[in-house]
C-alpha cells in the first residue's frame, strides 16, 4: 500500500492535516450527496479532505492508488458488491476504515463479518456522518500515538498497536508480524512485551503466541483467522476461552458504536 498520506497529529481528535477519503458507489446521485455532506463538513469545521470517487467496486480495485484513510463503500453493487470489495481492503489495505453505507439496514449483521468502522443507513447518512467522521479521525490519531518501541541490534522502531497482527517467540527472540507484511525482531519475552502491550487488545493464543484481537476475522474449528488470512492454531484446553474474549471484544465494539448503525 503507497503512503501519499500527509502527516496528521492532534491531542483532540481532530484531524489538522489532510484526510484521504475515498466513495465508493454506483449511484451518482448518492455520490453528490456525500461529496455534498462532506464538503460542508469541511467547511464548517476548518478539516481538510482529498475525495476520490469510484463508481463501482472494479472502478476501485483498477484504480485506488494506495492513499487513501476512510472509504464510505456502499454494499448493493453490480459485479463486485460492497462485502466482496471490503474483503479485497482488508487483504491489501487493512488500516483503511471502512464505513458501510446501505439503504438496506438488515445488511447491518453480515457487516460484522468484515469488521467495518462504521454502518451507516442512507436514509440516516445526514445525521449520522459528523459522528462517524469525528470518531474516524480519533482513530486516525490513536493509531499514530499509542505505540510499541521495539529495540534491537539494528536500532530502535516505533511500530503502532493496530499494526501488530501477533507476535510469536523462537528460542530468545520474538517476532512482531506487522499488517504490511513484514516483521521485527527482538530478544525480549512475551510476558514482558505483553506487559508494554493493551491487555484488552492483547490475547495469548498459547504460550508461544500473543495476537491482537482488532485483527481476528473469525474462529474456525481450531483455527484463528486473522485479517492479513493468516491462521494461528487453537488448542482445545483453550479455544472455549478464546471464543469468549473474542465475542467480548466484539460485543464491546458494537456497544460503543464502532461497529453499530448509531452512536
Same mark, same amino acid.
Not at 464548517?44 to 492508488?65: A, C, M
Not at 541490534?153 to 499494526?163: D, H, M, T, V
Given at each position: 500500500?503507497?503512503d501519499?498520506?500527509?502527516?496528521?497529529?492532534?491531542?483532540?481528535?481532530k484531524a489538522?492535516?489532510?484526510?484521504?477519503?475515498?466513495?465508493?458507489?454506483?449511484e451518482?446521485?448518492?455520490?453528490?450527496?456525500?461529496?455534498t455532506?462532506?464538503?460542508q463538513?469541511?467547511e $464548517?469545521?476548518?478539516?481538510?479532505?482529498s475525495i476520490?470517487?469510484?463508481?463501482n467496486?472494479?472502478?476501485f480495485?483498477?484504480?485506488?492508488?494506495?492513499?487513501?484513510d476512510?472509504?464510505?463503500?456502499?454494499?448493493?453493487?453490480? $459485479?463486485l458488491?460492497?462485502?466482496e470489495?471490503?474483503?479485497?481492503?482488508?487483504?491489501?489495505?487493512?488500516?483503511?476504515?471502512i464505513?458501510?453505507?446501505?439503504a438496506?439496514?438488515?445488511?447491518?449483521y453480515?457487516s460484522?463479518?468484515?469488521?467495518?468502522?462504521?454502518?451507516?443507513?442512507?436514509? /440516516?447518512?445526514? %445525521?449520522?456522518?459528523?459522528?462517524a467522521? $469525528?470518531?474516524?479521525?480519533?482513530?486516525?490519531? %490513536?493509531?499514530t %500515538?499509542?505505540?510499541?518501541?521495539?529495540?534491537?541490534? /539494528?536500532g530502535?522502531?516505533?511500530?503502532?498497536?493496530?499494526?501488530?497482527?501477533?507476535?510469536w517467540r523462537?528460542?530468545?527472540?520474538?517476532?512482531i $508480524?506487522?499488517?504490511?507484511?513484514t516483521?521485527?525482531?527482538?530478544?525480549? %519475552?512475551?510476558?514482558?512485551?505483553s506487559?508494554?502491550?493493551p491487555?484488552?487488545?492483547f490475547v495469548?493464543?498459547?504460550?508461544?503466541?500473543?495476537?491482537?484481537?482488532?485483527?481476528?476475522? /473469525?474462529?474456525?474449528?481450531?483455527?484463528?483467522?486473522?485479517?492479513?488470512?493468516?491462521?494461528?492454531?487453537?488448542?482445545e484446553?483453550?479455544?472455549a /476461552?478464546?471464543?469468549?474474549?473474542?465475542?467480548?471484544?466484539?460485543q464491546?465494539?458494537?456497544?460503543n458504536?464502532?461497529?453499530?448503525?448509531n452512536?
Amino acid at each position: 500500500m503507497g503512503d501519499g498520506k500527509e502527516n496528521r497529529e492532534s491531542s483532540k481528535g481532530k484531524a489538522e492535516k489532510m484526510i484521504y477519503i475515498g466513495l465508493v458507489d454506483d449511484e451518482c446521485e448518492h455520490l453528490m450527496k456525500m461529496r455534498t455532506f462532506l464538503l460542508q463538513y469541511e467547511e $464548517e469545521h476548518n478539516t481538510k479532505f482529498s475525495i476520490q470517487e469510484f463508481h463501482n467496486g472494479l472502478n476501485f480495485v483498477e484504480d485506488y492508488k494506495g492513499d487513501l484513510d476512510i472509504v464510505f463503500l456502499d454494499i448493493e453493487m453490480q $459485479e463486485l458488491n460492497g462485502f466482496e470489495l471490503a474483503a479485497k481492503i482488508q487483504e491489501t489495505a487493512p488500516d483503511i476504515l471502512i464505513i458501510f453505507v446501505s439503504a438496506y439496514e438488515s445488511y447491518v449483521y453480515k457487516s460484522f463479518e468484515f469488521r467495518p468502522f462504521r454502518f451507516i443507513p442512507k436514509q /440516516q447518512m445526514e %445525521s449520522m456522518i459528523t459522528q462517524a467522521l $469525528e470518531a474516524a479521525f480519533r482513530e486516525i490519531v %490513536s493509531r499514530t %500515538s499509542e505505540v510499541y518501541i521495539a529495540e534491537n541490534q /539494528q536500532g530502535i522502531e516505533k511500530i503502532p498497536f493496530r499494526k501488530i497482527v501477533y507476535i510469536w517467540r523462537e528460542g530468545k527472540y520474538l517476532y512482531i $508480524e506487522k499488517t504490511d507484511a513484514t516483521r521485527c525482531k527482538v530478544r525480549s %519475552s512475551l510476558r514482558k512485551i505483553s506487559e508494554k502491550l493493551p491487555e484488552d487488545e492483547f490475547v495469548w493464543v498459547d504460550r508461544g503466541y500473543l495476537c491482537n484481537l482488532y485483527h481476528v476475522k /473469525q474462529i474456525k474449528d481450531n483455527q484463528m483467522v486473522l485479517s492479513t488470512g493468516q491462521q494461528l492454531y487453537i488448542g482445545e484446553r483453550r479455544l472455549a /476461552q478464546l471464543k469468549h474474549r473474542i465475542m467480548e471484544y466484539w460485543q464491546a465494539g458494537t456497544d460503543n458504536g464502532k461497529w453499530s448503525t448509531n452512536d
